[in-house]
């Protein structure tokens, strides 16, 4: 076979051939690790060039020889000269998912995704546009340090986030209308067990391991095709003392492989996983795990923002304008069907951008609710130290191993509702000074307020797009729930002996948890899109990440968003 060179963009290190091989994603740098890799530059830019001869195949998600990469990057002219099925705004946890449905029933789909490709090994805080800052309220000021990203990068938060894996409890589907309050509306009745076979089918493709058919309190974990991870040298001693203590610890699920599978050699606890890329590919993100399966259906459009969508006749979007890092003026994209995927903060606020002559106060927002019912999870972290033990190696660790449900109901919370207290490992700042850092977070789903809301400021960033302001307060109950959580928390650290502190997550500046700013529902009035997360003004717009839901849930929320996600493209596809 004869030699074929593929040549790939990207702001690769110098002279690092491994950093160059992870350009090219988990997947595809494990499928490189022998091939012949050199990097070139020219002007600012670096270039990754591999030379492919008969390589084999190690996963028949890519067949035969190896030939070229498995996903198929287009530059802006060439994506505004095709007329796609489908143009998702975003490559993350719902992105990743709906493109991956929508192309395997043979629709063309074109993603947009304003980062670029993370190499295995990244840190989020080295891919991040320094000028992407939002406006955020906290402690009675506005700030110019809000974080309005889940993360910017192909892939999105599922390249940085922690792996956490929980679904949804029920009542978390359908919050009652006491504990709504006045945000209480005609939700979208979505209930677990529509959504169980898909998250069936999202926990298969991420081989997701967690604490089978256990039960803990109201909650029951579904049956898992991988057994759970070992708990990490924190996660055993904190649930060591849970027992002891009579709580009922459990393994946190995780989207983490702890063997060799065609993606991985396992797990070997290299990184605190939150803001880390796996440098060995055991954290499932959606790239390596749904995207690289796409084939041609597929065109992913890098280092490109969406501006705003544009209507071509009433109720009907024709097309999005686009800015490309490489280009001073935006472009042209059309398609017959549009999905918001940006998060729940960028994409209402994609919304807000596309206001018109017959829509100024925003696009698809006849009812006024368009960035509203903000939500961001209510939460803290507790510290204390103890003398290193298990083997303990300072940042080298899942970011959670360990799981304490029984705070989820109970009457001394308001409204009944509690929240969740898990081990939230330090990712940053510890010292090998022979202690172990234990650290717990305990984190609510927050009330939907109408106050609680983004809009656009009328500064502007460097793509010359107004700022994003998040206006956000957290609810008197949701504190006083927390404030429970924390006084338990804090108890089970103080029995292990040692100074308990308090840790800000600083959630009001931003969180990766985001909900609410496009809840669905049934009336228009009172809703911005239907069950099915089409907006109610608009018939070919439709939006598949956390902003549809009506509560933000007690529990991590993006096993939740990707089934959510694939039920709503399925049912396009």
Not at 55 to 78: H, I, N, T, Y
Not at 120 to 134: E, Q, R, T, Y
Not at 255 to 264: E, H, K, M, N
Request: positive net charge; charged residues 20%; hydrophobic residues 35%.
């Amino acid at each position: 076979m004869s030699e074929r060179v593929v040549r790939r963009s990207n702001n690769c290190p110098g002279g690092d051939l491994d950093a160059a091989r992870g350009c090219f994603g988990s997947l595809a740098g494990n499928l490189l690790a022998t091939c012949p890799v050199k990097i070139e530059r020219s002007g600012q830019r670096s270039f990754v060039s591999v030379a492919f001869s008969s390589l084999k195949s190690r996963s028949r998600r890519v067949p035969g020889c190896v030939k070229e990469l498995p996903v198929k990057f287009v530059a802006v002219d060439q994506a505004a000269r095709q007329v796609f099925d489908a143009c998702i705004i975003g490559s993350g946890a719902s992105g990743g998912v709906t493109a991956h449905t929508l192309a395997q029933q043979g629709l063309s789909v074109l993603l947009v995704e304003q980062g670029d490709i993370i190499p295995p090994g990244g840190k989020i805080d080295d891919h991040l546009d320094p000028d992407s800052w939002a406006y955020a309220w906290r402690h009675g000021r506005w700030w110019d340090t809000g974080y309005p990203w889940s993360a910017q990068g192909f892939g999105g938060g599922t390249i940085f986030y922690a792996g956490v894996s929980f679904r949804y409890h029920p009542r978390d589907f359908t919050p009652s209308d006491e504990f709504m309050g006045s945000a209480a509306y005609e939700h979208w009745g979505l209930t677990r067990q529509e959504l169980d076979p898909h998250y069936d089918w999202i926990e298969a493709q991420l081989a997701v391991a967690g604490p089978s058919g256990e039960t803990v309190g109201e909650y029951r974990f579904p049956r898992y095709t991988r057994e759970r991870l070992p708990y990490t040298s924190p996660g055993r001693v904190l649930a060591e003392a849970a027992e002891s203590l009579g709580g009922k610890p459990v393994a946190t699920p995780v989207a983490i492989s702890g063997v060799a599978d065609r993606f991985t050699s396992g797990c070997r606890q290299l990184t605190p996983c939150t803001d880390n890329h796996c440098p060995i590919g055991a954290k499932a993100d959606v790239a390596s795990r749904l995207l690289y399966d796409c084939g041609d259906e597929l065109s992913v459009l890098l280092r490109s923002r969406a501006v705003k969508l544009v209507a071509s006749r009433p109720g009907v979007v024709g097309s999005v304008e686009v800015l490309s890092d490489d280009e001073r003026s935006s472009t042209t994209i059309r398609a017959r069907r549009f999905f918001l995927a940006a998060n729940a903060i960028q994409s209402a606020a994609l919304l807000l951008r596309s206001s018109s002559r017959l829509e100024p106060h925003g696009m698809a927002n006849s009812s006024g609710l368009v960035g509203r019912h903000l939500a961001m999870k209510v939460s803290g972290y507790l510290r204390s130290h103890v003398p290193s033990q298990h083997g303990y190696r300072p940042l080298q660790h899942r970011y959670s191993s360990m799981t304490l449900l029984d705070s989820m109901y109970g009457p001394e919370f308001p409204g009944g509702m509690g929240g969740l207290i898990y081990e939230a490992n330090p990712w940053d700042g510890v010292e090998d000074n022979g202690f172990m850092p234990l650290q717990l977070e305990c984190s609510v789903g927050d009330r939907p307020r109408a106050r609680n809301r983004i809009g656009l400021s009328k500064e502007r960033d460097r793509w010359g797009l107004p700022r994003v302001v998040m206006n956000y307060v957290a609810d008197k109950h949701d504190l006083a729930r927390l404030r429970v959580l924390r006084q338990r928390a804090t108890a089970l650290l103080r029995s292990l002996g040692g100074k308990v502190r308090q840790v800000s997550t600083k959630y009001e500046l931003g969180s990766a948890h985001l909900h609410g700013t496009l809840r669905a529902g049934k009336d228009p009035r009172t809703s911005v899109t239907d069950r099915m997360g089409r907006l109610h003004d608009y018939d070919n717009v439709w939006a598949v990440d956390g902003a549809v839901f009506p509560f933000a849930g007690n529990l991590n929320p993006t096993l939740t968003i990707q089934a959510n996600a694939r039920r709503i493209a399925s049912a396009i596809a």
